[in-house]
């Protein structure tokens, strides 16, 4: 009998690797990440998944491998090729300080080893001011060799407006050396220099670990048509990934947030916040008529990219955040992470430092009879033990939620409130594993209209994995004034970004957006917007100038700096799915667990059982293998036609 091939989405978090496979009813698993080699992880998640026999048609991927190797610092020996006058341009950078009345602060460390400089100089216009010759060539490649790297970075001045110089570089690196090459002006042609340089370098820094990680994935699931998740919300192959993994640096993150707008949709909400509470963080993205915003520079690790990206923002706040004791004596919660290994006390891998998901079990949020991931079960007197460690009167397992909900409430207020967006008319889109248990927390103290709990809430990121396009921007800085002819730069993108498809995926036929980063003559920085169809790109840009500060100035010449086309293809999985496999349900219970208002016994029910129609009053809880929704008092959920459970708020 001929194994039955599967459709998966997998995305690897810091604590669990969720899987989602597309069968009659899609099933859902997590399984402890394997930090060691995460592509363990990923074969386990299907085997339980799709069991033994199924071979993998098409996965696409969400990984963390290039994030937290810039996070730990654990990158490749790089080696940045750049002009001569130019050797600091990652210690100079923008000359801010990150925090400015702090004397003690430190910059972030960049990720070069070492610096060469070239003896060449490009105008801005592309033509060559110095010329590149053969002896200096020669010289660069032998100070490069000399450095031993194990990535090299080549990003000179104005290399985006003429690359001549940047391709004789790294075709003689090529011929000289077996490392990874980057060349800035294949991996962003655009101008500012100090963000294309350190976009570059921080590809080749990662270049060798994702080469290494994507080889040993594709091992193991030889028969599979890898995508992978890029920052900018779409998907991409494998080759193209290895080659260019910057792309990648907010994979997963931004998968959940593409399935949370098509989430608020299916609830009669066009407008959203995206909220995904993890083990080690929390990402939070402003999602708008159904779409995220994307941005087109974002960091990591304090370091600037420019690679298109889902306009997230994130706090060290998540299941395994660990609650601690400050030098004034007051209780934190988080960065710092208990992670997979040893992960919270409660999943008894040895952890005995004080977490979040700790103060839940000791609060009975979550249910000790229950099975989680791999197959964990919790430990509650080991949750409480580590609890006890915090001293007396400093915080108890309610004081550890209290903080941790008082960080996750900035975050969101920091892409709503503070961008002049009022909650009162946002739906907010509660995932991962543990952010159902903190939604209507959240909800109240920011007023939102509603909370929308998707039906596989834990594993809502490895879904949008699959509604996720198949998707390249092509882009190239112009400097042009935004009421000329934009259509043959605009038509030269459009062919570059469908040949990059076609040649990920032949025989595809994507779609084609044009794109274009405009600002007002004199200012420093840019808006994107999107092209409109009657080509008055001065006029939406008034608008959209207006929308983002309050105001417009038409009668300013407009410019037009990088133009833009996005070329998307049909994801994997079309549509959200219409039911899910949640196990069998069992019958209603109660428990006594600790709320706001004390001790009280609610009742709890599997989420299973519930039928578009039904309501859960509040206080309860709503179980299911992947997350808990907990309901206060008040508090009103309703299952909608499309599954969601949408939770009306108290008073």
Not at 109 to 133: F, I, K, N, Q, S
Not at 198 to 214: D, F, G, I, K, W
Not at 276 to 289: A, F, P, Q
Not at 390 to 396: K, T
Request: hydrophobic content about 45%; overall charge negative.
């Amino acid at each position: 009998m001929a194994a039955e091939q599967i459709r998966a989405g997998v995305d690897v978090g810091g604590t669990f690797t969720d899987v989602v496979v597309l069968a009659a009813r899609p099933r859902a698993v997590k399984v402890p990440t394997t930090p060691g080699d995460e592509s363990l992880g990923v074969a386990a998640g299907i085997a339980e998944s799709a069991g033994s026999q199924a071979t993998v048609g098409a996965l696409a991927h969400g990984t963390t491998t290039a994030t937290n190797a810039v996070l730990e610092r654990d990158v490749a020996r790089t080696v940045l090729v750049t002009t001569e006058g130019f050797a600091d341009v990652l210690t100079i950078a923008r000359q801010d300080r990150p925090s400015l009345y702090d004397l003690g602060v430190e910059r972030p460390r960049h990720l070069a080893a070492e610096v060469v400089t070239v003896a060449e100089r490009t105008l801005p216009d592309g033509r060559a001011l110095e010329p590149l010759t053969d002896a200096e060539v020669e010289r660069v490649v032998d100070a490069v060799a000399a450095c031993e790297p194990d990535a090299v970075a080549v990003s000179l001045l104005f290399g985006y407006a003429g690359d001549a110089h940047e391709c004789r570089l790294v075709e003689a690196l090529a011929d000289r050396l077996d490392v990874p090459v980057t060349r800035a002006s294949a991996l962003l042609p655009e101008f500012r220099e100090y963000e294309r340089a350190s976009t570059c370098v921080l590809n080749a820094a990662v270049a060798p670990r994702m080469a290494r990680y994507l080889g040993r994935l594709d091992g193991r699931l030889p028969q599979a048509a890898i995508t992978v998740m890029t920052s900018g919300g779409g998907t991409a192959g494998l080759d193209f990934v290895a080659a260019a993994p910057v792309h990648t640096l907010l994979s997963g993150p931004a998968a959940g947030v593409v399935a949370a707008g098509q989430v608020a949709a299916s609830a009669g909400f066009a407008d959203a916040l995206a909220f995904d509470m993890g083990g080690t963080s929390t990402d939070v993205c402003l999602v708008v008529d159904g779409r995220p915003e994307i941005a087109t520079e974002a960091r990591i690790g304090g370091l600037p990219f420019g690679t298109p990206a889902v306009a997230i923002h994130t706090v060290g706040a998540g299941g395994g955040s660990i609650a601690w004791i400050d030098a004034g004596g007051a209780l934190r919660v988080g960065p710092q992470s208990a992670g997979a290994v040893p992960g919270p006390a409660c999943y008894g891998g040895g952890g005995r430092a004080p977490t979040v998901t700790d103060a839940h079990a000791v609060l009975g949020h979550l249910d000790v009879d229950r099975a989680l991931g791999g197959g964990l079960r919790l430990d509650v007197d080991a949750a409480a033990r580590a609890l006890a460690t915090l001293p007396a009167g400093a915080g108890d397992a309610t004081g550890v939620l209290a903080v941790v909900r008082a960080t996750m409430a900035r975050a969101l207020r920091r892409v709503s409130t503070e961008r002049g967006v009022d909650p009162g008319d946002l739906a907010l889109v509660a995932y991962g594993g543990a952010g159902p248990l903190h939604a209507t927390a959240l909800a109240r103290e920011l007023g939102c209209a509603a909370v929308v709990v998707p039906p596989a809430p834990g594993v809502l990121s490895a879904l949008g994995l699959l509604l996720a396009p198949l998707r390249h921007e092509a882009l190239r800085t112009v400097m042009l004034d935004a009421s000329g002819d934009l259509a043959g730069v605009l038509d030269e993108l459009a062919a570059e970004a469908g040949a990059e498809l076609d040649r990920q995926r032949p025989g595809v036929a994507p779609t084609r957006s044009p794109v274009a980063d405009c600002r007002y003559a004199g200012q420093s920085h840019e808006l994107r917007v999107a092209v409109p169809d009657d080509g008055d790109l001065a006029e939406a840009f008034h608008a959209a100038h207006e929308r983002a500060y309050g105001y417009a100035m038409r009668s300013e010449p407009v410019e037009l700096v990088t133009a833009r086309v996005v070329a998307e293809a049909s994801p994997v999985l079309e549509a959200l799915p219409a039911s899910w496999d949640q196990g069998e349900a069992r019958p209603d219970r109660t428990r006594a667990i600790g709320l706001a208002d004390g001790v009280l016994e609610v009742r709890v029910c599997d989420r299973a059982g519930l039928a578009p129609g039904q309501t859960v009053e509040g206080p309860a809880l709503v179980e299911q293998p992947d997350s808990t929704t907990l309901l206060e008092v008040g508090e009103r959920a309703v299952v909608d036609d499309a599954g969601n459970l949408v939770v009306h708020l108290a008073g």
